[in-house]
């Protein structure tokens, strides 16, 4: 998606040699124009997949997550990283660990929100190492779902999470793929697509 490549070259920054902050338009501040035509592009990709469920993690990937479900007309539902004391039963659930803040989260949904029915499509920010969408996925295949298709945001290629997606055989459709940082500059990915 060349807008996002424009607006990330733009507008992001380069935090030493792995992280790439995008805060003021994705994870802090949300550009909601530029999140409806996100949402846009995955409905384009995934439209004849059958999805009636997307599914995120708190917090970064509800803005566009909520952009691609209102183009399917589905539900969204976002798993919890933090307790709550309206959650606390008959919860599907999932460790995810952050190497940008280095911590482990326990993410958790609702049973009543995820079925054997559903067919989702992951929606997420980021993917780099794969953390988030492995956790999805296991309480994807925990409720009986099925996992119809990835759509990330922003995919730093260079790290291991696309090539652990591809051996799974999941279709996944990421909107700008970076093949590196090279003097505090972002190097796209050559579009195959």
């Not at 070259?9 to 035509?37: A, C, I, W, Y």
């Not at 589905?74 to 999932?94: G, I």
């Not at 049973?111 to 190492?129: T, W």
């Amino acid at each position: 998606m060349k807008e996002l490549e424009e607006r990330i070259k733009t507008d992001g920054r380069v935090l030493g040699k792995d992280v790439l902050k995008v805060d003021s338009f994705l994870n802090h501040q949300v550009d909601p124009m530029l999140m409806e035509k996100m949402g846009e592009e995955f409905y384009n990709h995934f439209k004849d997949s059958g999805i009636n469920k997307i599914l995120t993690v708190e917090s970064s990937g509800i803005a566009p997550a909520v952009m691609t479900g209102l183009k399917f007309q589905v539900p969204v539902v976002f798993a919890r990283k933090h307790k709550s004391v309206t959650l606390t039963d008959d919860l599907y659930t999932s460790e995810v660990y952050s190497f940008t803040k280095k911590t482990t989260n326990h993410i958790s949904i609702d049973k009543r929100y995820l079925s054997s029915s559903d067919k989702v499509l992951i929606i997420d920010d980021f993917l780099a190492n794969g953390q988030a969408v492995n956790g999805l996925n296991t309480i994807i295949e925990d409720a009986g779902a099925t996992l119809a298709g990835i759509g990330i945001v922003i995919e730093k290629s260079f790290q291991k999470g696309r090539q652990m997606i591809d051996k799974t055989g999941t279709p996944i459709y990421s909107l700008a793929r970076i093949k590196a940082f090279e003097n505090g500059q972002v190097v796209f990915e050559e579009e195959d697509d």
